[in-house]
């Protein structure tokens, strides 16, 4: 899902006028994301449950104040993360973004020349509705996604599911765009191991 | 030319549409001749594409009423206390 809203500008100002509708929406949209990025950044799904929850209690408290310099997810995710951090300070952590995880699971699926060593397969059965010891592929998608590292799940979270640009990812974590990179480098190939294992 | 390696190393950013154009001619050579790199490619697509779906499917089972109310009660609450 690609998202951003066909009108933003319409929805701000529906949030804004306290519609429970277009909250609602929103709320669809973005909780399912939010608690799965906060689980990576919190590891309590209670506690990040709550997290997220008052986030949003933030998000329409100050939605007024939202002038469109982000988009709107973009403001949501940014809220989110100081929340996160502030949460993790007061139990005693810090929740960095920072490279982690190590080297990537290609490293040994080369020769010394650099050549496959085993040609990768050819996944032509592998979509979203196909059932694979009794998930469905998306349900192993999600396994995979809950098992990476916090700063890797949020850049795939962002990147790849919310259609944030790098920048704008870059900025809600506060990294670079080079190691926004690097890190759903990582995340891609780890997800598509978990999917080769499938096929 | 380029080896498997580095071309498996590029997929992401190529499939991003962040090569230049020298890369994006020189990962074209490769793949015209290597079928596993366009296999590996073709798994990062779909990689990224059931990502892209796996949000979805999340959203289609999240209609929490009973957390929605609480968002709102919270909210109602902060602002009479003029917080
Ligand atoms: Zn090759």
Redesign the interface.
């Given at each position: 899902?690609?998202t951003d809203f066909p009108d933003e500008g319409q929805l701000v100002a529906s949030l804004v006028a306290g519609d429970?509708k277009a909250?609602?929406m929103l709320?669809?949209?973005l909780?399912?994301?939010m608690v799965?990025m906060c689980m990576g950044l919190i590891r309590n799904r209670a506690t990040a449950e709550e997290v997220v929850?008052d986030t949003?209690?933030a998000v329409?408290?100050s939605i007024g104040g939202f002038e469109g310099r982000s988009s709107l997810s973009g403001w949501i995710f940014a809220i989110l993360v100081n929340k996160a951090r502030t949460r993790a300070q007061r139990d005693g952590r810090t929740i960095s973004f920072d490279g982690d995880g190590d080297d990537d699971s290609?490293s040994a699926?080369?020769d010394g020349?650099?050549?496959?060593k085993n040609?990768?397969?050819?996944?032509d059965e592998?979509t979203?509705e196909r059932i694979i010891a009794g998930r469905?592929?998306?349900?192993h998608?999600?396994a995979a996604?809950d098992a990476l590292p916090a700063a890797q799940r949020s850049v795939?979270?962002l990147r790849?599911?919310?259609?944030m640009e790098a920048t704008e990812v870059a900025r809600v974590l506060e990294i670079s765009e080079g190691n926004v990179?690097v890190l759903?480098?990582r995340a891609?190939?780890a997800?598509?191991k978990a999917?080769?294992a499938l096929a | 030319m380029m080896s498997c390696k580095e071309v498996a190393e590029k997929a992401n950013a190529m499939v991003d549409g962040e090569v230049s154009a020298w890369e994006a001619m020189q990962l074209k050579v490769h793949l015209a001749m290597c079928k596993g790199c366009g296999r590996f490619v073709d798994q990062i697509r779909t990689t990224d594409e059931l990502t892209a779906a796996a949000a979805l499917d999340d959203m289609m089972s999240e209609a929490d009423d009973g957390r929605i109310n609480a968002i709102l009660a919270e909210l109602n609450q902060a602002r009479h206390q003029g917080g």
């Open positions: 899902m690609r429970r909250f609602e709320y669809r949209r909780n399912a994301p799965r929850q949003w209690v329409l408290r290609l699926a080369f020349r650099g050549r496959w040609m990768p397969d050819l996944w592998m979203a469905s592929v998306m349900e998608v999600n996604i795939l979270i790849s599911q919310q259609g990179r759903l480098h891609r190939l997800v598509r999917l080769d | -």
